[in-house]
T-cell receptor, first 114, second 107 residues
Framework: EAGVAQSPRYKIIEKRQSVAFWCNPISGHATLYWYQQILGQGPKLLIQFQNNGVVDDSQLPKDRFSAERLKGVDSTLKIQPAKLEDSAVYLC????????????FGAGTRLSVL | GIQVEQSPPDLILQEGANSTLRCNFSDSVNNLQWFHQNPWGQLINLFYIPSGTKQNGRLSATTVATERYSLLYISSSQTTDSGVYFCAVSTGNQFYFGTGTSLTVIP
């Protein structure tokens, strides 16, 4: 099973500040996802990577959000500047693989924008 | 994108009771997964089930792909089953999640 480490676990910032999240998958999965989960809702895809390339970023607010994947492994998601409505849990996931078909999620980063 | 609807939105059970959670989706899919999100926010995969029936202990799931729905059965519920259950579907690599069923099991 793939381990997906995310950091930090919690972050509190004021609006208009910048913030960055990190995702460090233990296993080498070609596909990596960032999701935004607002309280009371299901996760919503922000961006999907295949190796180093972006497959889908149609729901990423590109005026303030950016993401990159380094050497097809680790990934960072940045928000600059943050708005109140960005308060959410940001989840990183990897997979599926041809032989596994399932997604593995990290524990997430809970962001509060004041 | 694909619309995913889950029902019921909330469920409260006495420990030991059984329950059925439903997931309806609006288009044909090649991947369907059920997840449990525990009170600490961790999403754990329960089943990969684009069609057919699977069982794992007290949990089982059935997907009828031709009718675009999936069911998750929980038998003899325990307090540790509490949390939110999500259905997620995909036609390729992008996954669409439902809004979840929040389950509370009381002792």
């Amino acid at each position: 099973e793939a381990g997906v480490a995310q950091s930090p676990r919690y972050k509190i910032i004021e609006k208009r500040q910048s913030v960055a999240f990190w995702c460090n998958p233990i296993s080498g999965h070609a596909t990596l996802y960032w999701y935004q989960q607002i309280l009371g809702q299901g996760p919503k895809l922000l961006i999907q990577f295949q190796n180093n390339g972006v497959v889908d970023d149609s729901q990423l607010p590109k005026d303030r959000f950016s993401a990159e994947r380094l050497k097809g492994v680790d990934s960072t998601l940045k928000i600059q500047p943050a708005k109140l409505e960005d308060s959410a849990v940001y989840l990183c996931a990897v997979g599926p693989l041809e032989w596994s078909h399932i997604q593995y999620f990290g524990a997430g980063t809970r962001l509060s924008v004041l | 994108g694909i619309q995913v609807e889950q029902s019921p939105p909330d469920l409260i059970l006495q420990e030991g009771a059984n329950s059925t959670l439903r997931c309806n989706f609006s288009d044909s899919v090649n991947n369907l997964q059920w997840f449990h999100q525990n009170p600490w926010g961790q999403l754990i995969n329960l089943f990969y089930i684009p069609s057919g029936t699977k069982q794992n202990g007290r949990l089982s799931a059935t997907t009828v792909a031709t009718e675009r729905y999936s069911l998750l059965y929980i038998s003899s519920s325990q307090t540790t089953d509490s949390g939110v259950y999500f259905c997620a579907v995909s036609t390729g690599n992008q996954f669409y999640f439902g809004t979840g069923t929040s389950l509370t099991v009381i002792p």
